[in-house]
Each structure stands twice: as structure tokens, then as C-alpha cells.
């Protein structure tokens, strides 16, 4: 007996092989920085908690429907269309376990084999993953370093074609923090306008920036109709472990969204929502501290980084990950990530995220200010011992 074919075209996240060999290195006594993780290290804010006890004590714990709890589709429609400035109605939303449902069933219900689909490279592995299982063809678009790691738009414009069938974003961006300027994204939009391309926006950072308020391409005049917004309460709430996420989209893709969800999951804890509906209607208040000590911890590690030899780092302006250049190290990134867990500091190699990170490393910022300094002393006194 074996696997079949398309089993040997997924991959899984580069994260958590990292956090496995760190663990086994603390097991023998090592002190471990743990910076590999994108989960924030914030608890779920007490009022959630507690909404999620009183729904259990309350009987949702059996099926509910499977688009997502009526009260909760209807409060995200409200929160959707008061921060993106478009209609949406409960019949939009999707709600299921995590985000990555929002990748994997959108590209198993347009991917065909033939298709192309462009995604950011270096971005969310899991994308191109998804891409291969479906019998797509993953086109990568490199993010520039300076251009803030956002797109070169000509080369985006010439990685277009007729087989071209989806576009996906990602802003604020994982791994880089980058956000994608609000002209870029116009002109985008523009370049597929009259095409027939459906665009995947993972805004699962949405809430996670620290100057201008990223725009959302469904937010441009006629790019509703055919944007698939991916957003959930994994981050912004420190609720990684809840399972709850969101896409946001025409009705006639929902219902195929809806269709895969029914024959996979059939629905989403039905506690976990009540506790999202508490969240999404509640008081924003550790949200906002959260954001606020993001930034407070961004600006210190960006600064320790760039006093060490070799090593040069933009400043993220959205989610909480550190994207260091570390070509003039002489190291490549999988080499010196690898070496740096050695020393005590378990990040990711930029490759981790597509071929285009080489020459990066990526820090989760998840993590204190003692332990954030202590791991850029760690990594200088590598590179310069």
C-alpha cells in the first residue's frame, strides 16, 4: 500500500521543525530564544475566555450550521464592511477553523491542473503548497527589499498570461512585515481588472500595522466582486489555538467554500464562535495594547539588528516579524539560522518561505524585550566572535 501522488506535493512549515529541534535542545539543558513561532505570546483577552465557558455551559457544544454561527456572520459583516468601506452581507461570510481553510478550499474550488495562480515569494509556504496539490502551476512574484517588500508591478505585470487564474496577496505580510502601499495595490487592481484572475487577500494581519491603515484591494472600486478576503482572530486576539477564522467573498464562491467545508469539517466548534462573537463585539482595548507593545518591541529589535556587522533591517510596518538582510554576513540564511539555534536563538531561514528569501532570516517578534535584546547580543557576539 501507498500514499497517493499528490501527497509528495505538499510541504509543511519550516516553523515548527525549527521549534521541534529547539525543544529538543532545551530537553538537554540549552537555553533556547524562541523567535521561529508566529503566534502572539499575549494571552486570549479574559472577557473571550469567559464567553467561550459560558457557551459551554450554555449546550454549544453540538453541530451549528456550517457557514458559521448566524449572530457571528452577521457581526463580521458589520466589522467587514465598516473597515474595508464595501456591502457585506451575512451571506459573504465563511466562517471555519483557522485561517488556512481560506487558502486551501478557494484554491481547490478555482485551481485547475493547468492554471496559474501568483503568489508572494518569500510568503506563507502553505500557498504554494496549496498550488501543487491542486494541479496548479505556482507562479512566484518576488517582494523587493526596496520597495519595502512589496512587488516590482512590471515584473508582476509580465508573470500575467492567459492561464493566469488567481492572484494572492498578503497584507501586512508574513514573513517580511511589509505592507503593500496603497498606490500598489490601485495598480494592481488595475493590471487585473478586465481579466479573468479571482484574488486571494490574506488579511490575517489586518489589525497588526504601525503607521498608515493598509488597504484592502476588495476596498477598490470593483475588485469586490471578485476578492476573497481571508481574515481571523488567530492574531489580533492571541487566539491561535482557538481555531477561528473568516473569508469574506461573493456569494456564489461562498457556496462552494461552504460545499468543501460541509465535506471536510461540516462546522466549526460552535463554542469557539460564541467566544469570537465576544471578541469581534467587545471591548478592543487588549487588542490595541497588544499592537501598542508590537511596535515597542519592533523598534528596539529592529535597532539591535542594525548594529550588528553584516546585517541591515527594514523597519516592519505591520504584523510582528523582523526580516533581516544577512548577505553581508557571508552567511547563507539556512547555514547561519541554523547555526544561530546552536547559539541559543531559534529563528527561521528566509528560504523557509520560497526561494526568494535567501539572504533573510525572519524573527517573530513574539517574545519580550529582555529576550528580544539578549538575542540580538546572542547573534552579534556569533558573528563577531
Known sequence: MKLAARMSLLSGEGAFDVLQRARALEAQGQHIIHLEIGEPDFETPAHIIEAGKAAL????????PTPGDPELRAALAAHVSETRGIPVAA???????GGKPII?????????????????????????????????TPVPVPLIEERSFSFDLNVLKERITDKTKMLILNSPQNPTGGVIPADDIRAIAELIRDRDIVVLSDEIYSRIYYGEKPLSIASVPGMADRTIILDGFSKIYAMTGWRLGYG???KWMADAVNMLMVNSNSC????????????????QDDAVKMVREFQTRRDLFVRELNTIPGVRCQVPEGAFY?????TGTGWKSK???DALLGAGVACLSGTSFGAYGEGYLRFSMANSLENLNEAAARMRRFLTS
Not at 451571506?91 to 477553523?97: H, K, Q, T
Not at 460564541?274 to 469581534?280: D, E, H, K
Open 335 to 337: 547555514a547561519l539560522a
Open 248 to 250: 469574506v467573498m461573493p
Open 91 to 97: 451571506d459573504n461570510v465563511c466562517v471555519v477553523p
Open 57 to 64: 455551559d450554555a449546550g454549544f457544544t453540538h453541530y451549528g
Open 268 to 283: 466549526t466548534a460552535s463554542f469557539t464562535q460564541r467566544a469570537g462573537l465576544a471578541a469581534i463585539t467587545g471591548p
Open 322 to 326: 523582523a526580516f533581516p538582510n544577512i
Open 104 to 136: 486551501f478550499f478557494p484554491i481547490l474550488a478555482f485551481v485547475e491542473p493547468g492554471d496559474e495562480v501568483l503568489y508572494p515569494n518569500p510568503g506563507f509556504p502553505i500557498y504554494e503548497s496549496m498550488i501543487k496539490f491542486a494541479g496548479g
